[in-house]
């Protein structure tokens, strides 16, 4: 039987992790970067500014980060030029 715990934890975000922390720290963003392009450039930024608080906020705090992202859905059949970062 599936027992529910009553107490529940709210939920956290990179605010929460302490300055000293983060300093000097690797640290792997996931980022949306599934972005409208239109003949190589960015159509609707919108998903990108709204990551651009946490990236501010790491770097601010020394922290050394690695962002990963896609775009759309390739089918892993090889390179597709359509899913490429390169416009982002």
Known sequence: QL?????????????DILDEDLKGKRVLLRCNLDVPVQDGNVTED???RQ???????LTERGA??????????????????QYSLSPV
């Open 46 to 48: 919108y998903a990108l």
């Open 64 to 81: 050394k980060m690695i962002i990963a992202g896609h775009r759309g859905h390739p089918t892993g059949e090889g390179y597709e030029a």
């Open 3 to 15: 027992q529910i715990s009553q107490t529940y934890e709210r939920k956290r975000s990179v605010l």
């Open 51 to 57: 990551s651009l608080p946490t990236i501010q906020h």
